[in-house]
């Protein structure tokens, strides 16, 4: 009987001890889980969701927290899948883009011990952290390079739905480009009408626009709709010398090829990559509190890029002189059409 109790007492000290050894493992090096929901195009849209997914690359590295993501097929994949993320345990959770507004709220409310994240959308809830970003004031600024950039005083925008929130875009834009130039023609087209999530990848719609321009005597083309924006920069490449296209937020100079890095003249910059790790990095520090986070020129939130060289050091000194003018709000930039 002692033997027997022996080897019960040994076999179950050896599961405690792998137990406990396999729990050191899961801890070591964790810092949490942090869940993505990608709205429509997911990662590989080449513009606002692998912004977010390069926030979630910078917080796994940095942080040390596991990443898991879904992404959006259709509209109504948006709330199954932020309960899908609730139900693995992840928090944060960052939902990606207006859109998942009326799913957000009540699984939010129904799960008071996660904070989630929203990308441009506004809610008040204490574990809601909502985000927004001064899109115009970064469109200013290429709206800027736009007309130092076009020999003819003709520049167009590119639109993905026809919204409020794209509007901020060519507000932005508009503005700065004549701010340069009074008498500057700035065309606008948009892909989709408010829902029509197809204007968001239809590369092959905004390259047909931008060749019509580009035909026409347009020198600058800048797009806002998401992964159709490739389009653009085919159209600017097919142009000719002298067409450039413009990528919006992140550098699309980094999806390129060499051939097209010669048209890319600058990428509106719309830092949602720091808002997803910051968000995460407030939650692993227990910092963490709802409510709304603005990003503008003021703290980087928005800005452009330089990394394909098209910029002249003549034109970067006066975006910056523009930028300087906005930080201070001496300039106020508008942000509705």
């Not at 926030?55 to 109504?76: K, P």
């Not at 199954?80 to 699984?107: Q, T």
């Not at 197809?198 to 931008?210: H, V, Y």
Request: some cysteine.
């Amino acid at each position: 009987m002692r033997k027997r109790l022996m080897l019960l007492l040994s076999v179950l000290l050896s599961f405690t001890l792998i137990a406990a050894a396999c729990g050191d493992d899961d801890d070591s090096g964790d810092g949490g889980n942090l869940g993505i929901a990608f709205d429509t195009g997911g990662r590989g849209d080449g513009t606002f969701n692998d912004a977010a997914g390069f926030g979630a690359d910078q917080a796994a590295a940095d942080l040390g927290v596991s990443v898991d993501e879904l992404e959006a097929i259709t509209e109504e994949d948006r709330g199954p899948n932020l309960e899908a993320l609730v139900e693995n345990g992840n928090n944060p959770i960052i939902a990606v883009g207006f859109a998942f507004g009326d799913a957000l709220a009540p699984i939010a409310e129904a799960n008071p011990d996660t904070f989630f994240g929203w990308i441009d959308g506004y809610y008040d809830g204490p574990n809601i952290i909502t985000t927004g970003f001064a899109e115009h004031e970064g469109s200013f600024l290429v709206g800027v390079a736009a007309a130092l950039n076009s020999p003819n005083g003709d520049v167009g925008f590119i639109g993905g739905q026809e919204i409020d929130l794209i509007k901020k875009f060519e507000a932005g834009f508009t503005a700065g480009a004549q701010a340069v130039n009074p008498d500057i023609v700035v065309h606008s087209q948009y892909l989709g009408a408010a829902g029509d999530n197809s204007a968001w990848g239809s590369p092959d719609k905004a390259k047909e626009i931008a060749l019509a321009w580009f035909a026409d005597g347009t020198d600058v083309v800048y797009t806002a709709a998401g992964g159709s924006g490739r389009g653009t920069i085919e159209a600017a490449v097919e142009a000719g010398d002298g067409k450039f296209a413009i990528g919006v937020d992140f550098d699309e100079c980094g999806l390129d090829t060499d051939e097209q890095k010669e048209h890319r003249l600058t990428s509106m910059l719309k830092r949602v990559d720091t808002a997803v790790f910051l968000i995460t990095e407030a939650v692993q520090n227990g910092t963490a509190e709802g409510g709304f986070k603005a990003f503008s020129l003021s703290n980087d939130g928005v800005g452009y890029s330089t990394t394909c060289g098209n910029l002249s050091d003549d034109a970067i000194e006066q975006m910056e002189a523009f930028k300087a003018q906005i930080i201070a709000g001496d300039l106020i930039v508008p942000d509705a059409i």
